[in-house]
């Protein structure tokens, strides 16, 4: 149990596009999504907080408008790209945290596989 | 500003033998502290966590150490095996592991036969 999806697992764009990635919680309810970037041989960078039903927390330096997320349902998150550029070019992970109740731990940070983000 | 260092980016192992990897925090609010390990182009797996309120959490192979006084922690792992080669990143919240995380840069540990 307790499996997180990101799709794409990789997607190559133009410069200028946008690039929406998807993040599921394929067994279990997410109260609360959260959304990182890798970029190579670095951390796992916090960009942003998502809950069910109200709108995203960025953390610091990180552009609300570039990086929209979407946090529609229980078990959907999408961050979409906007405008990308070669800069943004990056691994993007996101992670979820289950609901209450439903049998699995609920201070858990279940991660998803990433998605590959190469801008041209 | 990094507030979860890991200070080698790498560390080489012969198998059979104890692997130790270690971690610093700067942030006094940090009261949950876990291990990941991740392949290239993979989500990170959790390994084992620690509270503060705890010195020492056991889980198999893979046991960690936290030091509050000194805002420390490590992760040995014993025996080590040629499967532990990875990236291994520490990662530290004000609250358990359902609060955001800050990770560090990691460490790339090779397992050698």
């Known amino acids: 149990g307790a499996v997180v999806s990101q799709h794409p697992s990789w997607v190559i764009c133009k410069s200028g596009t946008s690039v929406k990635i998807e993040c599921r919680s394929l067994d279990f309810q997410a109260t609360t999504m959260f959304w990182y970037r890798q970029f190579p041989k670095q951390s796992l960078m916090l960009m942003a907080t998502?809950?069910?039903?109200?709108?995203?927390?960025?953390e610091q330096g990180v552009e609300k408008d570039k990086f929209l997320i979407n946090h529609a349902s229980l078990t959907l998150s999408t961050l979409t790209v906007t405008s990308a550029h070669p800069e943004d070019s990056s691994f993007y992970i996101c992670?979820?945290?289950?609901?209450?109740?439903?049998?699995?731990?609920?201070?858990?940070?279940?991660f998803g596989p990433g998605t590959r983000l190469t801008v041209l | 500003d990094q507030q979860v260092k890991q200070n080698s980016p790498s560390l080489s192992v012969q198998e059979g033998r104890i692997s130790i990897l270690n971690c610093d925090y700067t942030?006094?609010?940090?009261?949950?502290f876990l291990w990941y390990k991740k392949y290239p182009a993979e989500g990170p797996t959790f390994l084992i966590s620690i509270s503060s309120i705890k010195d020492k959490n056991e889980d198999g192979r893979f046991t960690v150490f936290l030091n509050k006084s000194a805002k420390h922690l490590s992760l040995h792992i014993v025996p080590s095996q040629p499967g532990d080669s990875a990236v291994y990143f520490c990662a530290a919240s004000a609250g358990n592991s359902g609060y955001a995380l800050n990770f560090g840069k990691g460490t790339s540990l090779l397992v050698t036969p």
């Open positions: 942030n006094s609010m940090f009261d949950y």
């Open positions: 998502s809950n069910e039903g109200s709108k995203a927390t960025y």
């Open positions: 992670s979820a945290v289950a609901r209450s109740g439903l049998g699995i731990s609920t201070d858990t940070q279940y």
